[in-house]
Structures are given as C-alpha cells and as structure tokens.
C-alpha cells in the first residue's frame, strides 16, 4: 500500500534529517511512487509529516494498549504498584528492542524541538501513559499532591527513556552492540527496583509529614 510505505519510510527520513532536511522527492522515490502521491494523500510535506506524527502515535497506542490497561483504576496500593510495573515493563521492551525504532528518533527530535507534531504524540497514548501513571503513584503512594506524583512519573519515565534516548551511550558503556534478551532482564529487574525505591521514598515521606 502506498500510504503505508511514505508513512514508513517518511518516518525515518525525518527521524534521521527532521522536517527540514528530508526530502520529499527521497521518500517519494524510496517509496516507489510519484511525488504527486504525497501532495494527493497529505497535502505536501508538512501534512506528511503531521500523519506520521499520527501513525507513531497510533503505534505506541497498539503496543501500550493492554498494559495501560485504560478501563478500571486500582482501588488498592498493591494494585497500583503492580499496573505501575506492568507499563514500565511493557515500555522498557518496547525501549529496547530494534524492531520499529525509526519513530523513536523522530520522537526525540520532537521532544527537543517540539512542533504541531509534538502535540499530536503527547496527544494520544505518551500523555495517556503518563497521567495514569501519574494516578497510580497517588494511589500507591497515598499521596494527593500532584505535583509530588508528577515529578515522581518524570522520574520513572526518564529512567526508561533513557534506554532509547542515550542508546549508543548505553551500549558503549555496557560494550554490546545490541540489547538482547538477557541484557533487558537486566535492565527490567534494575527498573523494577528502581520504581519500588522510589515508591516506598514517597511513602516514606508522607509519613513523616507533620
């Protein structure tokens, strides 16, 4: 399908050059198809960009789906705990793995440059991701400020992003070339221990509130 091939190969195009620098005649050509078919499907360049933008979203909503588990909130502390480490489970696989990580460079180069596109991200399941588990924290935690709950969300999050954000750095360090199966077990369980760290921190804290 042609729409399919410019999404995938635009995604990559503006992943590695950013909106300025790809070139739409490229990613026509590399698509196999006339530059025409870009200015009938979206309008021009900035249009193929705002649907890539939507079809990353699209995406990350499909992988994230079952373990964002958007339907009842937990009522307990244990049960907030554990669907916090199901979507920071789920999230770091999808960090890690090779497969589909054309969208992660144009997502980052959103996060430092944030445009239209950005906002179509955060729009679905990133901003979804986040304020659940910004709710979740409260609920494991019991704590009410938000603003504790947010910077604590910040704080797992970044520790996850940071497998895909600072990639080369991380194999560098670790002298891999790629994160296989055993490595992300690794990275998991460290997340895992991490997140209970900080949870039972907060917990901790509220309790020595006057």
Not at 56 to 74: E, S, T, V
Not at 107 to 135: D, K, S
Request: charged share 20%; glycine share 6%; aromatic share 6%.
């Amino acid at each position: 399908m042609v729409q399919q091939r410019l999404l995938d190969i635009a995604i990559r195009e503006f992943g590695l050059k950013g909106l300025e620098g790809a070139s739409t005649r490229e990613i026509a050509a590399a698509a196999d198809t006339a530059m025409s078919s870009i200015t009938y499907h979206y309008g021009g360049k900035e249009g193929l960009y705002l649907a890539a933008a939507d079809h990353i979203a699209a995406q990350m909503g499909q992988y994230m789906a079952a373990a964002l588990d958007l339907g009842q909130m937990p009522t307990t502390p244990q049960e907030a705990r554990a669907s916090i480490h199901r979507i920071l489970d789920a999230f770091t696989a999808k960090m890690a793995s090779d497969v589909n990580s054309d969208w992660s460079l144009f997502v980052v180069r959103e996060q430092m440059n944030p445009t239209e596109a950005f906002e179509r991200i955060y729009g679905g399941l990133m901003g979804q991701m986040m304020r659940r588990l910004v709710e979740l924290v409260c609920i494991a935690t019991g704590r009410r400020d938000a603003h504790v709950a947010q910077i604590a969300t910040i704080t797992l999050f970044g520790q996850v992003v940071v497998i895909r954000a600072s990639r080369a750095s991380c194999l560098k360090l670790l002298e891999r070339d790629r994160i296989d199966p055993s490595a992300l077990a690794i990275f998991s369980a460290r997340i895992a221990a991490n997140t209970d760290a900080i949870l039972d921190r907060l917990i901790a804290e509220r309790q020595e509130l006057p």
